[in-house]
């Protein structure tokens, strides 16, 4: 007979372990993760999927300084956490354009689909520089299409605050 | 302000500094919760712990986070009535803690859990083995505890006999940021008190793989586990920690720890063959939570 360890584990604070994504990749067989906080772990977009697939239940994603996730493939795995309610993307190594176009998937669904993360209630990010007008434009364009997401932009110099309530 | 009945209003308000007003917790509708801290409110004037006592409603859960408090006043709460029925007390940071005070904590008869964050030294600590019906004990954070309050907490003899000692009732323990070493680790896992323990923080300490697999193995009904900002003694957080892990783990916290190998990591989740003897291990392991949750 074969069994996991730990199945019953629902809250899992990975932060600032530097874990690898083959580490991450062993986490995905677990299947009853609610809230999940991957912070500075080297995570690709596929074990990203494969771990937001197992988890159907997962509600809190800690995602900050996630620094090997492209856009495409945290938006194609983030269409998979229907039940995510908080949601961190601080740090990301991306581009203002990449940020932007995955805040507009925030409110622009294709047609006959639901918008991005139907649930999610918190939100942050980094806040844009001055001169970032399209992103700017969009973090508006989400505020007053989502009135009930509160979208947190944080100054760059604050400390890391767990998602995760152990 | 508004929940409070007239007479406690004009007495909090005419006391008070108001650094901030005490919070009442109304959850139904007899205040059973209280909490004092940072109110400005000098407890360690006897007049004042016996005036709130006079004017609080029954509660059984009191907070005096960064409150000071004096062996009289102490003894005025741990005599008072509504001290002998509180079943949560938490004196986090609180000033002026002595032996005499720790000691007369066996007076709150009804006392189930105890927060003693960065209150204490290990010489105050020794009146912590008397209480003898703790279900929680936070003494995180005091960090002249080493191994001797420990040692003595799990191994309280009277005589020959092992006598009730706190920590065979608990079912939560925090020993974060102390100076506890990792041969109590070893120790903690062996007691007979390990397989009853529910939730254990031990935030930012230090392992060696052959006491985190004495803890772990020992612990075999944790449900939370915390180990954030905590590291191995090589470069390497030890595999067996996770290797032992139990399998009612709800949370688990590995913020910040250090060293967390893929071989380690691997085992939260890792599929293992189970033999028969795990399976029966399992059995009695059902039982006895069983019989937890009864108590």
């Given amino acids: 007979m074969r069994r996991y360890r730990c199945p019953a584990l629902e809250r899992l604070d990975l932060g600032a372990t530097l874990i690898s994504d083959t580490s991450v990749r062993a986490l995905a067989a677990l299947k009853n993760l609610q809230q999940l906080d991957l912070y500075g772990s080297q995570v690709s977009d596929e074990t990203l999927l494969a771990v937001i697939r197992n988890n159907p239940r997962l509600e809190v994603l800690g995602l900050k300084y996630c620094s090997i996730l492209t856009v495409d493939g945290t938006l194609t795995a983030l269409r998979a956490a229907l039940h995510v309610h908080t949601l961190s993307l601080r740090r990301a190594q991306w581009r203002s354009l990449e940020l932007t176009m995955f805040l507009l998937a925030l409110v622009e669904a294709p047609s006959g689909t639901e918008p991005l993360l139907p649930h999610l209630r918190f939100f942050e990010i980094d806040e844009p520089k001055q001169d970032r007008h399209a992103l700017v434009d969009a973090i508006f364009r989400v505020r007053r299409a989502r009135p009930l997401l509160d979208l947190q932009l944080v100054p760059n110099n604050t400390w890391h605050k767990p998602l995760v309530h152990i | 302000m508004s929940n409070f009945s007239p007479r406690l209003r004009a007495l909090l308000q005419g006391h008070l500094t108001h650094r901030s007003t005490p919070k009442l917790y109304d959850h139904d509708s007899s205040y059973s919760r209280i909490d004092l801290s940072n109110t400005g409110v000098e407890y360690s004037i006897p007049y004042n712990m016996r005036t709130m006592l006079d004017v609080v409603p029954f509660c059984h859960d009191m907070s005096f986070k960064n409150c000071t408090l004096s062996d009289e006043s102490f003894a005025i709460l741990a005599n008072s009535s509504k001290g002998q029925k509180l079943q949560r007390l938490k004196l986090a940071n609180v000033m002026g803690l002595t032996v005499a005070s720790v000691n007369a904590l066996t007076s709150f008869t009804s006392l189930q859990h105890l927060c003693l964050w960065a ?161 029966a291990s399992e059995r009695e392991r059902e039982r006895a939570r069983a019989g937890c949750a009864r108590d």
Avoid: W
Avoid at chain 2, 213 to 227: D, Q
Avoid at chain 2, 235 to 255: E, I, M
């Fill in chain 2, 119 to 279: 209150s204490i030294t290990e010489r105050e600590a020794v009146g912590i083995q008397e209480l003898e019906s703790l279900r929680s004990l936070k003494l995180a954070e005091c960090k002249q505890l080493g191994d001797s309050t420990l040692q003595t907490l799990l191994h309280h003899r009277s005589g020959l006999s092992l006598r009730k000692s706190a920590f065979l009732t608990l079912t939560a323990l925090d020993i974060s940021d102390t100076k506890v070493s990792d041969k109590v680790f070893s120790i903690i896992g062996k007691s007979a008190s390990a397989s009853k323990l529910l939730t254990l923080r031990m935030n930012r300490c230090t392992f060696t793989g052959a006491s985190a697999e004495t803890l772990v193995k020992g612990c075999t009904l944790l449900t939370s586990l915390s180990v954030a900002g905590s590291a191995g003694v090589t470069s390497r957080f030890p595999d067996a920690f996770f290797q032992h892990l139990p399998s009612t783990l709800v949370r688990l916290n590995l913020y910040r720890a250090r060293g967390v190998t893929e071989v380690g990591a691997g085992f939260i989740a890792k599929r293992y063959v189970v033999q028969e003897r795990e399976r």
